[in-house]
Antibody
């Protein structure tokens, strides 16, 4: 049973850098994309970005200037850094596995395994 | 960005009812849509991918359909554990986007 365990600092001051990591247990690390998603209090889900085993990353343009997602294949881990945080970055941050199924020459992606979430609060 | 609009945003129903949630995309996305269920304080749970493919372990009372710009999620006979918030997500074009959510409450 694949499990994602995530961790990182939960309380930040404005202008600091958010740093979270997510470790993959019980399954293969290669062959997937690995994603970060966040959810502000009482609101919906926002896709932050993703990375694959080889380090190829895709980011949400709304956050791209402040986000770095990296991968450490030796530890089956991937990480999120979000710089210059403000109160608007207060949210629960989730990591997720993104498999793809190939049908008729096209890949269909989805998020099938999620971490439990890390609450990050930005406050002075 | 592709906008996804779910309707209704809130839905009140009783155990045993049949309910349908609609997700409309601002442009055609083929079948590149997933549905998730989220209980309070928990991570989202995948229900469907490719619009209508039921994720392993999800009860068959759930069904998904649609393509292009209009998609539906139907629960045929609501069970107490189905009262949650449901989100659609498009994976056709970056950035991936989610609908605003539909909160399904017990009447």
């Amino acid at each position: 049973q694949v499990r994602l365990q995530q961790w990182g600092a939960g309380l930040l001051k404005p202008s600091e850098t958010l740093s979270l990591s997510c470790a993959v247990y019980g399954g293969s690390f290669g062959g997937y994309y690995w994603s970060w998603i966040r959810q502000p209090p009482g609101r919906g889900l926002e896709w932050i970005g993703e990375i694959n085993y080889s380090g190829s990353a895709n980011y949400n343009p709304s956050l791209k200037s402040r986000v770095i997602i990296s991968v450490d294949t030796s530890k089956n881990q991937f990480s999120l850094k979000l710089s210059s945080v403000t109160a608007a970055d207060t949210a629960v941050y989730y990591c997720a596995r993104v498999p793809g199924v190939l049908w008729f020459g096209y890949y269909y992606y989805y998020m099938d395994v999620w971490g439990k979430g890390t609450t990050v609060t930005v406050s002075s | 960005d592709i906008q996804l609009t779910q309707s209704p945003s809130f839905l009140s129903a009783s155990v045993g009812d049949r309910v349908t949630i609609t997700c409309r995309a601002s442009q055609a996305i083929g079948s590149y849509l997933a549905w998730y269920q989220q209980e309070p304080g928990k991570a989202p749970k995948l229900l469907f991918y490719a619009a209508s493919t039921l994720q392993s372990g999800v009860p068959s009372r759930f069904s998904g359909s649609g393509s292009g710009t209009e998609f539906t999620l139907t629960v045929s006979r609501l069970q107490p554990e189905d009262f949650a918030t449901y989100y659609c997500q498009q994976v056709n074009t970056y950035p991936y986007t989610f609908g605003q959510g539909t909160k399904l409450e017990i009447k």
